[in-house]
Structure formats: structure tokens, C-alpha cells
Nanobody, 126 residues
Framework: QVQLVESGGGSVQAGGSLRLSCVAS????????MGWFRQTPGKEREGVAA???????GYADSVQGRFSISKDIAKKTLYLQMNSLKPEDTAMYYC????????????????????WGQGTQVTVSS
């Protein structure tokens, strides 16, 4: 059974940084794509960053240059380093994963991910 457990959220002032972590377990293959999504009440879920099993990564335009996604295979952990945070980055952040390669056109689509964590809240104050 696949499980994804996020941590690292919190409250920070604008311009600050946070690093989110997502510990994954239960995968039966290493050919997994993983991503971070965020959602605020009343808004659609937004793909933020994603990484393929060969470490090819993609980012939403809104976070390009500020956020960085990475993974540690040995620790079975996905990370999202968030720098220069803005109030508009405030959201619940979710870790997600799925099997296989999905490519740049689908990498930030939530429909391409079969497994989801419970989320971790990020709040950025001005």
C-alpha cells in the first residue's frame, strides 16, 4: 500500500524559505514520478513542481526560479525547497506520485497522479 506523508509546512514571512518533505513507502517499482501540488479554499488545485524517475523536473511559471524539487532515493523522500516566498504561495501543499514517465505536458496535471498525501499547510504573511 502506497503512503505519502508530508511535513515541513508552517508560517513564514514574505521573502522567507521553507522546505517541505514527503516520505514515500509501498512502491513496487522505482519508475515513479512525483510532484507537489497546492490548493487554497475556493480555488482549483495547482501543480507546483514535479520530477520524473530520471530526475527530469518541471515547474509552474509562478514558482520557477524560487522553488526547487528534489528527491533522495535512499531516504525515499521528496523535497520542495521554497525560497523567496510570497503571500500568494499560501496554500495546503500536497505530495503526489504515480508510476511511469508522464512527460512535460502532463507533469503538472493532478489527473496523472494516483497517490496523494494528506497535505501540509504553508502560510506566508506580508
Amino acid at each position: 500500500q502506497v503512503q505519502l506523508v508530508e511535513s515541513g509546512g508552517g508560517s513564514v514571512q514574505a521573502g522567507g524559505s521553507l522546505r517541505l518533505s514527503c516520505v514515500a513507502s509501498g512502491f513496487t517499482s522505482s519508475t515513479v514520478h512525483m510532484g507537489w501540488f497546492r490548493q487554497t479554499p475556493g480555488k482549483e488545485r495547482e501543480g507546483v513542481a514535479a520530477i520524473e524517475y530520471d530526475d527530469t523536473a518541471g515547474y509552474a511559471d509562478s514558482v520557477q526560479g524560487r522553488f526547487s524539487i528534489s528527491k533522495d532515493i535512499a531516504k525515499k523522500t521528496l523535497y520542495l525547497q521554497m525560497n523567496s516566498l510570497k503571500p500568494e504561495d499560501t496554500a495546503m501543499y500536497y505530495c503526489a506520485a504515480g508510476y511511469g514517465w508522464i512527460g512535460s505536458r502532463r507533469r503538472l496535471l493532478g489527473s496523472e497522479y494516483a497517490y496523494w498525501g494528506q497535505g501540509t499547510q504553508v502560510t506566508v504573511s506580508s
